[in-house]
């Protein structure tokens, strides 16, 4: 008799416990037999639309801390450390490409290699968001860490004046390694915060500014030093790979991916007649078109206008040390003028900066001009996930609206430095790469600002 009662609603607590011990990459769904009775039925319905339900619309279901929550943000932090923050450094490859190892090419082919890599790293977000929206997160960040650390082994071994050697060691292949763990890794924080995602956010994006200031202090030091490319980039290897263990081994998911995979190609419809949306994928193309100009080109802008060299080394550090307070104090900002207006404010002050570099000649204009462009340039990065799970209504579509959009608006970093490059000639005429670069920032900025206001008219109208 007891047997009788109490056996259904056995076997649907074990069917609900085998449910939620499936693995992330092979979800399975709840399912209920016809002959169970409706007591057990009711206890396996009531699971699954808990399971099914947007989980994101509820903060008392986040953690929003913990361990498990800021070691995934950690290691979020250290997979931007040496992600896009060491591809935001090549500013001392440029430097160090132009004068002394790819003396046989100009500027502007050197610069491909930087902006290819900058490229790849959110235009690979096109693959990894959608991998990562079907629970392929461990399969993302391990390939991604192993390519990134493969192709920093195989730069090492390039031998001078071998462009094509370079090019794809680190403009291709550390570009799609970074490319398949960026999106991820920023992505995971969502699993743990609501409330303080924006503040989670902002210091995991702080990681890559912190590898824009330690990195180029490393190369410059080493890479100008006794030692040779090839070792000096070996040292730098070293670094990157254990970091990126680091980073495997702390990061966790929470949430199971959704049971219904997401239909991408109607979340690109639905994205394409979002008006908010497009104008900041064109916000982001024009304004990364100028953005990469000064982290580029700052270093060799000093040498040439006969600074110090051992100054000249550390321009690149001070924008990037601004760019990190940026990043860190960003989500305090953020809390009080709201996303999209800090990012206008970024954007078009950038923009008049960039402009602004036409008179860089002194010591003391490096340093200002760093420090200010540095700081506006951190509160963009920092504001760019947020913006777009600010215009997402449906969270299980982030992972693809973040591919999409920083693929779109990637094609502008990959074509902004190497017409920088091209514009300034052999001759280095530098007031002609910073109108064209600084111009077309601030026609991001103004996108941005069309956008702000077509979403603020939008949530209007819903309210009414």
Same mark, same amino acid.
């Given at each position: 008799m007891l047997i009788r009662q109490f056996g259904p609603r056995l076997r649907s607590l074990l069917s609900i416990a085998l449910a939620h011990m499936s693995s992330e990459s092979e979800p399975r769904m709840l399912h209920v037999s016809p002959q169970q009775d409706k007591e057990g039925s009711e206890t396996l319905e009531e699971s699954q639309s808990a399971k099914d339900s947007n989980l994101f619309s509820h903060p008392h279901e986040f953690p929003e801390g913990g361990l498990a929550a800021w070691a995934t943000t950690f290691g979020a932090f250290l997979m931007q450390l040496c992600g896009i923050g060491y591809s935001t450094s090549f500013g001392v490859y440029q430097d160090f490409y132009t004068q002394h190892y790819l003396t046989n090419q100009t500027s502007s082919a050197i610069s491909w290699i930087g902006s290819l890599n900058t490229f790849l790293v959110t235009a690979v977000g096109l693959i990894s968001g959608p991998l990562y929206d079907r629970g392929y997160f461990y399969h993302l960040v391990i390939a991604g860490s192993l390519l990134q650390s493969f192709s920093l082994f195989m730069l090492s071994l390039s031998k001078p004046d071998q462009y094509y050697q370079i090019f794809l060691a680190q403009g291709v292949g550390m570009g799609i390694?970074?490319?398949?763990?960026?999106?991820?890794?920023?992505?995971?924080?969502?699993?743990?915060?609501?409330?303080?995602?924006?503040?989670?956010?902002?210091?995991?994006?702080?990681?890559?500014?912190?590898?824009?200031?330690?990195?180029?202090?490393?190369?410059?030091?080493?890479?100008?030093g006794h030692l040779s490319f090839g070792n000096s980039v070996r040292a730098s290897a070293g670094l990157v790979s254990i970091l990126l263990l680091i980073a495997c081994l702390c990061m966790r998911t929470r949430l199971d991916p959704p049971t219904t995979p997401t239909n991408y190609i109607v979340a690109a419809k639905k994205s394409i007649r979002d008006a908010p949306f497009i104008f900041m994928i064109a916000g982001g193309f024009f304004f990364q078109t100028g953005f990469y100009y000064p982290l580029f080109f700052i270093q060799l802008d000093s040498i040439k206008h006969g600074l110090s060299v051992t100054f000249s080394f550390y321009s690149l550090v001070i924008l990037n040390v601004s760019n990190c307070v940026a990043r860190v104090t960003s989500g305090f900002i953020a809390a009080f003028?709201?996303?999209?207006?800090?990012?206008?404010?970024?954007?078009?002050?950038? &923009?008049? %900066? +960039?402009?602004?570099? =036409?008179?860089?000649?002194? #010591?003391? /204009?490096?340093?200002?001009?760093?420090?200010?462009?540095?700081?506006?340039?951190?509160?963009?990065?920092?504001?760019?996930?947020?913006?777009?799970?600010?215009?997402?209504?449906?969270?299980?579509?982030?992972?693809?609206?973040?591919?999409?959009?920083?693929?779109?608006?990637?094609? &502008?970093? %990959? +074509?902004?430095?190497? =017409?920088?490059?091209?514009? #300034?000639? /052999?001759?280095?005429?530098?007031?002609i790469p910073a109108v064209f670069s600084g111009v077309a920032s601030v026609i991001g900025g103004i996108m941005y600002t069309i956008m702000r206001f077509i979403f603020v008219r939008r949530q209007m109208n819903d309210k009414t």
């Open positions: 390694g970074s490319g398949l763990v960026y999106v991820p890794s920023i992505a995971v924080v969502s699993h743990y915060f609501r409330r303080r995602r924006t503040l989670a956010m902002t210091f995991v994006a702080s990681g890559s500014s912190l590898g824009a200031v330690v990195h180029p202090i490393m190369l410059n030091n080493i890479l100008n003028t709201g996303v999209p207006n800090l990012v206008i404010v970024a954007t078009i002050s950038g &923009g008049v %900066l +960039i402009l602004s570099m =036409i008179g860089l000649s002194s #010591l003391a /204009s490096v340093v200002v001009l760093g420090m200010m462009y540095g700081y506006f340039a951190g509160l963009y990065i920092a504001m760019m996930a947020p913006l777009v799970a600010t215009l997402t209504p449906d969270f299980s579509e982030l992972g693809a609206r973040m591919g999409i959009a920083f693929f779109i608006s990637g094609f &502008g970093a %990959l +074509i902004g430095t190497p =017409i920088s490059g091209a514009l #300034l000639t /052999s001759n280095y005429t530098w007031w």
